[in-house]
């Protein structure tokens, strides 16, 4: 799986958007992006994925690059129970290496 | 909640001793996953099943570990004659095999030996 890039932390005030950024330029053309967020103590959990097309969903939008060598992860409207660690995945769908390869993510830290 | 329930949620164990994880995956899925994760690092791929097969096993998964997938549905993680390095979390998780199908993790299984 291709490895990916992220700041290791961020701030963003309550109620505004927070943009998480991702590098991932030695992305394959069968690799989706995933992210999920960790809260403290508790496992992963998934918010959106994508493979070239922008997704949005209840949680999160993602905006994937033209050339997907970089993706944005959007939370419209944080709030503080938004903190926790945010991490970029790129894997390939079904046939290929089974395992999500989780780096050490960006810590987002929602300021009130 | 995903779904994915996994137990005891903390262990407490004295350094030689044996424990077990027990994970209930989301019914009818498929596959399903152990990672492990120490403080301050990301999750680590350790296996993964499709149905009762273990199909892929990571280096860090050494000689003292053992998962299983009896009947295809709960999976157990034995680690024997534990070490204090072996304290972290084991996280499980699951999918429908299928190219978009999202793993899912349950809430983690603590373990500390002391």
């Known amino acids: 799986d291709a490895k990916t890039t992220q700041p290791p932390s961020m701030d963003c005030a309550e109620g505004r958007a927070a943009n998480l950024p991702c590098n991932h330029s030695?992305?394959?053309?069968?690799?989706?992006v995933y992210w999920y967020r960790q809260i403290h103590s508790q496992g992963p959990q998934y918010i959106i994925h994508?493979?070239?097309n922008n997704e949005t969903n209840e949680m999160a939008s993602l905006i994937i690059t033209e050339d997907r060598k970089s993706s944005t992860l959007i939370l419209p409207h944080a709030t503080l129970r938004d903190t926790a660690v945010y991490y970029c995945i790129v894997r390939v769908g079904d046939f290929g290496n089974e395992k999500l390869t989780f780096g050490t993510g960006t810590r987002l830290t929602i300021i009130p | 909640d995903t779904g994915v329930s996994q137990n005891p949620r903390h262990k407490i164990t004295k350094r030689g001793q044996n424990v077990t994880f027990r994970c209930d995956p989301i019914?009818?899925?498929?596959?399903l996953y152990w990672y492990r994760q120490t403080l301050g690092q990301g999750p680590e791929f350790l296996t993964y099943f499709q149905n009762e097969a273990q199909l892929e096993k990571s280096r860090l998964l050494s000689d003292r570990f053992s998962a299983e997938r009896p009947k295809g549905s709960f999976s157990t993680l034995e680690i024997q004659r534990t070490e204090q390095g072996d304290s972290a979390m084991y996280l499980c998780?699951?999918?429908?095999?299928?190219?978009?199908?999202?793993?899912?993790f349950g809430e983690g299984s603590w373990l500390t030996v002391v």
């Open positions: 998780a699951s999918r429908l095999r299928g190219p978009e199908n999202t793993i899912y």
């Open positions: 994508g493979l070239k």
């Open positions: 019914s009818e899925h498929n596959r």
């Open positions: 030695t992305i394959s053309g069968n690799e989706y």
